[in-house]
């Protein structure tokens, strides 16, 4: 059975985030609003479906 191959992906989420989302700000209490707002993840599929099922859920 061949092996599942996952790609880490990297996101910059706008800074507005932090002031628009409150699940954000629960799940992120540390954030100062300076940064950089990154997300990282890990998935199976290519970068451009991954990145086409998150636009589709938006």
Known sequence: MP???YRIYVVELSKCVFSEN???RT????????????????T?????????????RL
């Open 3 to 5: 092996k599942t191959l």
């Open 22 to 24: 409150t699940k954000f």
């Open 27 to 42: 799940a992120n209490p540390q954030y100062n609003g300076v940064l950089e707002c990154l997300y990282v993840g890990m």
């Open 44 to 56: 199976s599929k290519t970068p451009k479906e991954r990145f086409t099922t998150t636009q589709n």
